[in-house]
């Protein structure tokens, strides 16, 4: 394979991969853990690609020791992982149990014993049902207590093993999917004011965790990670200029300047406030968002994709099209806000199965727009690509398109970092296949093959893919060698 020189890396760059516990753990009813709403959602009909759940997933709740030592011989030297809430308190609150916090306790140690830097995600979208059931989660600003009070849990009880921490992974993509299209808990469709008000209080939440962190004496690093899809004007009619500008405002900014400023952008909120849509605020909020804001130390970044921006009749496109779970190329539909903007497909670039834009440079773009706009360090906290992989009959994974996806993506990282943005890490997606949550387990991402389909009963045993050797390399060299 020809080799290519990258960028310089910084001495000491975060070479890692990702996980979610629902996507990998299974377990579902073991360890004293209690239902979520992502348990309950799979069970109803049409949710999920062919009804697949993640009860056993890739059962990394009995394999965590083979799949670290995986992580181990592969060289990762951070492996970001989150936790569920509802291991650690069952019923969302009250009492700790104590049979999850050992469960979590002994992978940060797992992966210590091996210099992988535990990096933890707090929230990544598994929610305790009884806080449903209790008050409608993240409809409710009871939530924001509740949360603060699990983080602080985890804050206290892996004190001095985790530096990083994440807070809430893609607040953006699980509120969309939660209150706008249904796709996602609690199914709610076209709920516009109901998704900014469940923002806030996740903003709310996140912002309470990281002043509390700071609080309890906490010194590593803490933010949030974004879902970030970067965004090019079709061309230079102002119109459509203007179509990107008010797509950045409403789909990113909107967020990362929360994050990073802890206020919200004028324009997008003049727009919700005229719509009647805006959240309800409690007196305080923005000051301990500003407050918060000051405390992060890096922006978290998940990228997949860019997207192109056009200006959208009323009458045009809107954000409950298809989207493509089955990896059938081209089922996906057009999305976008009548009157605002669109997404039209980007006839430069090619796509994946999914229909979803590959884009090297949109990475770089990312990490250009977070230096200059925030002056924060960066961490890619996932990147990677989703395909269908075969094993053959002497089982061998040859994935050379994810290698190439990869190689891309780090050389457009490694030139972001030649221009001086402070690139902390970068997190593939994912090290196993796991579950994609609405797409079953035929959509893979991983340096390691899971045997196993959408129905239960493979063997769940874990093969190398060709990609898993390559980016050992890659990390060995400090990306030198991609
Ligand atoms: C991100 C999520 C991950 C993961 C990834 C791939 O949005 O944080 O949990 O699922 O996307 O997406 P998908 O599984 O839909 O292909």
């Known amino acids: 394979m020809e080799q290519m020189r990258a960028a310089g890396f910084p001495e000491g760059f975060l070479w890692g991969s990702a996980s979610a516990a629902y996507q990998i753990e299974g377990g579902w009813k073991e360890g004293g853990k209690g239902m979520t709403n992502w348990d309950a959602f799979v069970r109803i009909p049409g949710k999920t690609y062919k009804a697949t759940t993640g009860d056993v997933a890739v059962d990394h709740y009995h394999r ?17 992982f989150s936790v569920s809430w509802a291991r650690i308190f069952p019923e969302g609150t009250g009492e700790v149990n104590e049979e999850g916090i050992a469960f979590y306790q002994d992978i940060i140690d797992e992966c210590l014993k091996y210099n992988i830097e535990p990096m933890v995600t707090i929230y990544h979208w598994d929610l305790p049902q009884a806080l449903v059931d209790e008050y409608q989660g993240w409809e409710s600003p009871r939530i924001i207590d509740d949360y603060v009070h699990y983080a602080k849990t985890l804050f206290s009880r892996f004190d001095g093993k985790v530096k ?12 969309s999917l939660g209150w706008l299209t249904a796709q996602h808990p609690p199914g709610k469709f076209d709920d516009q004011k109901m998704f900014y008000q469940v923002n806030h209080h996740a903003f709310m939440a996140h912002a309470k965790a990281v002043l509390a962190y700071r609080q309890m ?7 949030a990670s974004f879902a970030y899809t970067p965004s090019y004007a079709l061309d230079c009619k102002p119109i459509n200029a203007m179509a990107k500008a008010n797509y950045d405002d409403l789909k ?13 952008p004028v324009a997008a909120m003049t727009y919700l406030k005229k719509k009647g849509i805006a959240p309800d605020m409690a007196d305080g909020d923005k000051e301990i968002l500003r407050q918060a804001a000051s405390q992060i130390t890096f922006m978290g970044v ?7 921006c056009e200006y959208n ?18 089922s996906a539909q057009e999305l976008g806000m009548p009157g605002i903007y669109k997404n039209p497909a980007n006839p430069y670039l090619m796509t994946t199965d999914w229909d979803w834009s590959i884009d090297p440079s949109g990475l770089q773009f990312c990490c250009r727009e977070i230096t200059s706009r925030y002056a924060l360090p960066i961490v890619i906290s996932e990147n990677g690509l989703g395909a269908f992989d075969k094993k053959t009959e002497d089982d061998q994974i040859h994935d050379e398109y994810r290698i190439c996806y990869l190689k891309e993506h780090i050389k457009a990282l490694g030139e972001a970092v030649e ?17 994609s949550w609405l797409n079953g387990y035929q959509k893979r991402y991983g340096f390691v093959y899971v045997d196993r389909e959408e129905e239960e009963g493979g063997t769940l045993n874990r093969f190398k893919k060709d990609s898993f050797y390559w980016y050992k390399k890659v990390i060995e060299t400090n990306g030198k060698e991609i």
């Not at 990083?164 to 509120?175: D, G, K």
């Not at 990113?252 to 919200?264: C, I, P, Q, S, T």
């Open 252 to 264: 990113n900014y909107w967020w990362m300047d929360v994050y990073a400023y802890g206020r919200y």
């Open 64 to 80: 965590y020791k083979e799949d670290i030592a995986l992580m181990a011989e592969m060289g990762l030297n951070t492996y970001r």
């Open 302 to 308: 998940n990228y997949y994709q860019s997207c192109v």
């Open 164 to 175: 990083y921490w994440i807070t809430l992974n893609e607040q953006n993509i699980f509120t």
């Open 217 to 223: 004496g906490g010194k590593g690093q803490i933010g």
């Open 313 to 330: 009749p009323m009458d045009g496109a809107t954000p409950y099209g298809t989207m493509n779970t089955t990896g059938v190329k081209g």
């Open 419 to 435: 221009e001086g943005c402070q690139v902390l890490a970068y997190c593939t997606w994912s090290f196993t296949d796991l579950l």
